[in-house]
């Protein structure tokens, strides 16, 4: 059932489990205020919820409950093989949230973690330090919203506008020294209007066909919600990419994809992109076995995939052929070198 308030899905956790480390923190506070109601637990780590053996998945992203906890150890990660660096050499992604309120039925976290529930740090300043300390031996190209939907949750956590603000601040100090990908299904518009929008802040928004958003990607905005969405972004001055990754095999794939590039030419000015991502879906063995186990109903889970070295993607011709019609469609609208299709490394 769709829980929307505006265009945000509003999660009402019952419960929320607080590390006693976190209750000092502002950010706990301030987010606690905005559950009132739900039933509060004091736990000593998160992962003695988080991590607890024999969880159920999908039953707990369905009633998911919310973890306020504080990161610690190493916060940056360096960008993993299946995913799309954008031509940058420094790559790295970073988790101030694990899981996601929505639930795409492909999505890997399924495959990653343990539990369904939502984990957000509230040390983001130790975040921003590493990150800090890494800029002074070279430029980075950051993801922030990774293992989850930051913007989705932006009314919960303030997050993407921290962010935001981080690479402003770092940029002045540097030149060009950090850009960040915020990437979303999100289709809440406060933010372009609230915050100035920075070169170094690149907007992704990844899109699929009605059907497939109907058939698998839940709780998410429609694709309409979606575009209005990246058109207004573009609007404020933020750079927008499209990400047309991953794609999902479907009878009439090429039909429904064909409908959708035509209703995002209606909404984006496409030579005003800062680029474009092309993938079919893909995952890796481990996570792939765990989602099976997890969704046996799921099609798009339980699909034949050809696995690869540990990767699990489309039979090869079905995936170049997907690949291929997606790239060769979006050459019309928007030069080569914008397009970015992922590759095996
Ligand atoms: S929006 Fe992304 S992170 Fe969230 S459930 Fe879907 S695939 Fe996963």
């Known amino acids: 059932m769709k829980n ?19 209750l000092a923190y502002a950010k706990t506070r301030e987010i606690l205020a905005r559950f009132p109601h739900a039933k509060r637990i004091i736990i000593d780590h998160y992962k003695d919820v988080f991590c607890r053996s024999r969880q159920d998945y999908a039953a707990q992203h369905r009633a998911q409950s919310l973890i ?20 940058n050499a420094y790559f790295y992604y970073t988790s101030c949230v694990m899981n996601c309120v929505y639930d795409c039925e492909y999505c890997y976290l399924k495959g990653m973690y343990p539990s369904g529930n939502l984990v957000i740090f509230v040390n983001l300043e130790d975040i921003f330090a590493e990150v800090g300390e890494r800029l002074a031996e070279h430029p980075m190209y950051l993801c922030v919203s990774y293992d989850t939907d930051l913007l989705a949750i932006e009314h919960i956590t303030g997050y993407a506008s921290r962010w935001i603000a981080f690479v402003r601040e770092q940029n002045e100090l540097q030149s060009g020294c950090l850009k960040i990908e915020l990437r979303t299904k999100c289709a809440g518009r406060e933010l372009w209007q609230k915050v100035p929008p920075h070169p170094g802040v690149i907007c992704a928004f990844t899109l699929s066909p009605q059907a497939v958003i109907d058939a698998c990607e839940h709780r998410t905005p429609s694709l309409e919600q979606r575009l209005l969405c990246a058109a207004e972004a573009m609007q404020a ?22 409908e959708m590039l035509a209703q995002v030419y209606a909404h984006i000015d ?9 993938g079919t879906f893909r995952v890796s063995q481990d996570y792939l076995k765990k989602m099976r186990r997890s969704e046996p109903y799921s099609a798009v889970v339980q699909f034949p995939y050809q696995n690869d070295g540990g990767v699990y993607h489309y039979p090869t011709e079905l995936m170049e052929k997907m690949e291929r019609h997606m790239v060769e469609r979006l050459s019309e609208r928007i030069p080569k070198e914008k397009i970015f299709k992922w590759q095996e490394t």
């Open 270 to 278: 496409m030579e005003k992109l800062v680029d474009v991502s092309v």
């Open 68 to 87: 306020l906890a504080v990161k610690h150890g190493s916060l940056l990660y360096e960008g993993a093989p299946v995913c799309q660096s954008f031509g």
């Open 4 to 22: 929307l308030n505006g265009n945000f899905y509003n999660p009402l956790f019952s419960h929320v489990y607080v590390e006693r480390g976190a």
């Open 237 to 258: 001055g933020f750079p927008v990419r499209l990400c047309f990754d991953p794609m999902l095999y479907c009878r009439d794939w090429e039909e429904q994809y064909d």
